[in-house]
């Protein structure tokens, strides 16, 4: 943990990710190699001077694209430290992986500032990397109404993560939305890009975490 925040660093062969999610933002930065990854539908590559950034809950996988792998930082961040709170609502990044080798600069240098006795100074550059981050790349620019497909998808994510711990069923999901049980599985992988059990199993992970 640092500033609030969970930094780590990974090295890795050929290795792959499959699709998760994460209660925080996550942000990376790769260091060297290229980190390929699938987010809302589409392929991406991050390379040395991307940065990328998944919002709370969105789903995602990753793998390397050469037989060397890869090495990256990945910041996992509380919506919080980005003022969202209970006044407005945190920023929304609308691009998973972001070209700008400047920012990326800034963030190692926040990084490289974590020694003893420096606390309040990476402190101070990891805020304002999060500052400049959402000035450039965030928006806070949400829709005023929902579907009914998005509400329903909503209502579901907010059931498994507060059901985390009994054995959720389908027939028990599409009752809690009043549809059948594909259209409430497809609504639900729809919206979020992952299957209902699939967000469960991520849950039930981020929980036993918090408990490490």
């Not at 402190?123 to 329903?152: E, I, K, P, V, Y």
Request: proline share 5%; glycine share 6%.
């Amino acid at each position: 943990p640092v500033c609030g925040a969970t930094l780590l660093r990974a090295e890795l062969a050929p290795h792959r990710f499959d699709r998760h999610v994460h209660d925080t933002y996550s942000f990376g930065v790769t260091l060297d190699g290229v980190q390929s990854f699938h987010c809302r539908g589409a392929s991406y590559a991050s390379v040395p001077g991307h940065i990328m950034a998944f919002n709370p809950g969105e789903a995602h996988d990753g793998h390397p694209s050469t037989d060397q792998g890869f090495a990256y930082f990945m910041l996992y961040v509380d919506s919080k430290l980005l003022g969202g709170g209970e006044s407005a609502a945190a920023a929304y990044f609308k691009q998973p992986c972001i070209a700008d080798p400047a920012l990326a600069r800034r963030f190692m240098q926040a990084v490289c500032a974590l020694q003893p006795q420096e606390t309040l100074r990476a402190q101070n550059l990891l805020q304002d990397w999060l500052l400049r981050l959402s000035q450039r790349h965030g928006s806070t620019a949400f829709a005023s109404s929902a579907s009914a497909s998005d509400m329903r998808a909503s209502a579901m994510r907010d059931y498994l993560e507060a059901n985390y711990a009994t054995d959720v069923s389908a027939p028990e999901l599409a009752q809690l939305v009043g549809v059948s049980r594909v259209h409430a599985n497809r609504i639900f992988t729809q919206c979020y890009g992952i299957a209902p059990h699939a967000y469960l199993n991520s849950v039930r992970v981020l929980q036993a975490k918090k408990l490490i």
